[in-house]
């Protein structure tokens, strides 16, 4: 059908001239106005002119050529892409394929750099320690193999295999694997970052979840039972009633010395803060009466082995999901009751009111359970580990654990 020119004399267009020019492949009807007749006239004769082109060029291409277009094309859309997002990654895979000749350095090599310049960064080294386990389970077998060798499917089909990780886990996983190859890119063991030929994956919203009351008071009892984990009692505070990300507090510049219990404040240096903004924490008496107590203990900050002390607390509970940040989490949703105000509160957790609002509020926690939070003294822990449910609960946890160490070790079949 032949574009219509035709004056339009109503709505706010009234005066203006409109073309249609039917309805496109979306359904959608096209009916752009302009600004006189001479204008839309001249946009019909492009139309046309631009017809007669690429109708001759579509009509010249053999039948099963053109077939393959229309798939390919709606493939492309389905995907969310354009041809000429396509286009460009393909471009700059091939420039990637054509680099200089690469340097051989085995997977185990590589992810070593990757592990010296995450800790050079000052990342935490729970964090490093961690991704760096992940990394080496990959190349579990082939850890003398070159890091170039590895395949963008043999990668797709190791992190498609693990059921256990949702669509969060596996993109945050991606996102691992994707920095280790642009170190090997940066340090010319390889010529392009395999993970840009993974299927991109939609990260879910955000599960928000914070530990229960009942969670902390067991961890931190866990900590107080003995004198070895009794030195992870400062970090831990720090978390739960601080507000300070582990990587904070558990941070080589970070210290004693920027920790004022006279005054309530812990000052978190731009060098130390992830957001490299200094920030001033006010303290809450519970925190104050916490830290005299790490004080007491000699913890040392940054804390020595915290990951190890830590994961002794959790296996001693019998607590085996490790909430992201949960402690400061639990601080942060809990501090909203005591401020009243998101801004207050975003003074001492260092990020936005959005992020606040997004992550805490969203609980809609009762006030009774967060003031509740800010009673879990060291007297109240104290007196916990001498009840019955502290003496019931480890007691269930060590009976479980034995179950599965005796049904690990007794052989199939």
């Not at 409109?18 to 139309?47: C, L, M, Y």
């Not at 053109?66 to 041809?83: D, E, F, H, P, S």
């Not at 693990?162 to 996983?173: P, R």
């Not at 359970?369 to 480890?394: M, N």
Request: hydrophobic residues 40%; charged residues 30%; glycine residues 6%.
């Amino acid at each position: 059908m032949e574009p219509k020119v035709r004056q339009v004399k109503s709505g706010n267009n009234e005066g203006k001239w409109e073309v249609d020019f039917g309805i496109d492949e979306t359904g959608t009807r096209r009916r752009p106005t302009f600004h006189n007749e001479d204008v839309a006239s001249a946009a019909v004769d492009t139309w046309k002119r631009e017809l007669k082109a690429y109708g001759e060029f579509w009509a010249l291409l053999p039948s099963l050529e053109r077939k393959t277009v229309a798939v390919i094309y709606q493939a492309i859309k389905a995907r969310g892409l354009t041809i000429t997002k396509v286009w460009e990654d393909y471009q700059r895979l091939s420039k990637d394929d054509k680099q200089m000749p690469i340097t051989n350095m085995h997977y185990e090599g590589a992810v070593a750099e990757w592990k010296r310049r995450k800790l050079a960064a000052g990342k935490s080294e729970r964090y490093v320690e961690e991704a760096t386990a992940l990394l080496l389970k990959f190349g579990e077998g082939r850890a003398r193999q070159n890091i170039h060798e590895f395949q963008p499917s043999e990668l797709d089909a190791w992190i498609d295999g693990n059921k256990a990780w949702g669509l969060s886990s596996k993109k945050t996983n991606m996102s691992l694997f994707s920095s280790l190859w642009e170190v090997a890119k940066a340090k010319g063991w390889a010529s392009y970052n395999i993970v840009d030929r993974l299927e991109p994956i939609t990260r879910p919203g955000p599960i928000v979840e914070i530990y229960s009351n009942e969670t902390t008071l067991n961890l931190m009892a866990a900590a107080l039972e003995n004198k070895l984990t009794q030195q992870v009692v400062a970090p831990l505070v720090l978390g739960l009633w601080g507000c300070m990300r582990p990587e904070e507090s558990e941070h080589e510049k970070f210290g004693w010395q920027f920790v004022d219990l006279k005054h309530a404040r812990v000052t978190v240096e731009p060098s130390v803060a992830k957001t490299g903004d200094q920030r001033v924490i006010r303290l809450q008496p519970v925190a104050v009466e916490w830290l005299k107590l790490a004080k007491e203990l000699k913890n040392p900050l940054p804390p020595v082995n915290a990951r190890r002390l830590v994961d002794a607390c959790c296996e001693r509970i019998g607590l085996e999901d490790w909430i992201r940040d949960g402690l400061r989490k639990c601080c942060a949703t809990h501090l909203r009751v005591i401020y009243r105000n998101d801004y207050d509160v975003v003074k001492d957790c260092g990020n936005s009111v959005r992020i606040l609002l997004k992550h805490y509020a969203a609980l809609n926690t009762p006030e009774a359970v967060s003031l509740e939070h800010w009673k879990i003294t060291p007297a109240k822990v104290r007196a916990h580990l001498k009840s019955d449910a502290w003496k019931k609960l480890t007691t269930a946890v060590a009976e479980r654990q034995a179950r599965l160490a005796s049904e690990s070790a007794t052989p199939a079949g």
